[in-house]
Every structure is written in structure tokens, then in C-alpha cells.
Nanobody, 123 residues
Framework: QVQLVESGGGLVQAGGSLRLSCAAS????????MGWFRQAPGKEREFVAT???????TYADSVKGRFTISRDNAKNTVYLQMNSLKAEDTAVYYC?????????????????WGQGTQVTVSS
């Protein structure tokens, strides 16, 4: 079982940056695919980014060129660097882990989820 705790959310002005962190505990973090998802009020949970065990990453079109997902296996932590933030990025951001070594764009493929961290972008 994997436990995930997100941090780093907050209020930021449009055009600014935030870095979200997801600290993982449990078994085989270094071998797990990891993802970031977000959910805005009244909307479905949306894929943001994913990273596999080796560091290969995939991004939603809406965040390409602005967000970067990374992982530090030695620290059991995955990050989401968010630059050039827009008001439409406002959402609760969730870190997720799946037992497989590959990431996935589908939320249903993930087994463990963090509690979420609120990101609010003001314009």
C-alpha cells in the first residue's frame, strides 16, 4: 500500500508559479507510475501529467509547455512545477500512484490518491 501527501498549493496571481510536492510512503514508490490530476468545481477530474518509473512523462494539452512533472526516487517524492499559471488552472490537485511501473492518463487506472491540495489562480 502507498500513502500520498500533497503540499505546495495556495493562492497565486496569473502568470505566477507554484511547485506541488507529493510525498509517498509505502512499498515500491520508485517502481510505481505516478500522476497528477485536478478537479475544478462542477467539473470531472482531469488528467494533468504522468510519469513512469524511469522518468518519462506525458502531459495534457492544456498544460504542455507550462507544467513539468518530475520525481526524486531517493526522496520518495513527485513534483509538479507549474509556471505561467492561468485562472483556468484553479482546481484541487491530486497526486496518484498505480501499482504498475507505467503512468496512465486515466484516473481509473490509479490505486492510491492523496488528499488533494488547492491551487487558486487569481487574474
Amino acid at each position: 500500500q502507498v500513502q500520498l501527501v500533497e503540499s505546495g498549493g495556495g493562492l497565486v496571481q496569473a502568470g505566477g508559479s507554484l511547485r506541488l510536492s507529493c510525498a509517498a510512503s509505502g512499498r515500491t514508490f520508485s517502481g510505481n507510475g505516478m500522476g497528477w490530476f485536478r478537479q475544478a468545481p462542477g467539473k470531472e477530474r482531469e488528467f494533468v501529467a504522468t510519469i513512469n518509473w524511469s522518468g518519462s512523462s506525458t502531459y495534457a494539452d492544456s498544460v504542455k509547455g507550462r507544467f513539468t512533472i518530475s520525481r526524486d526516487n531517493a526522496k520518495n517524492t513527485v513534483y509538479l512545477q507549474m509556471n505561467s499559471l492561468k485562472a483556468e488552472d484553479t482546481a484541487v490537485y491530486y497526486c496518484a500512484s498505480r501499482t504498475g511501473s507505467l503512468g496512465s492518463t486515466w484516473s481509473t487506472e490509479y490505486d492510491y490518491w492523496g488528499q488533494g491540495t488547492q491551487v487558486t489562480v487569481s487574474s
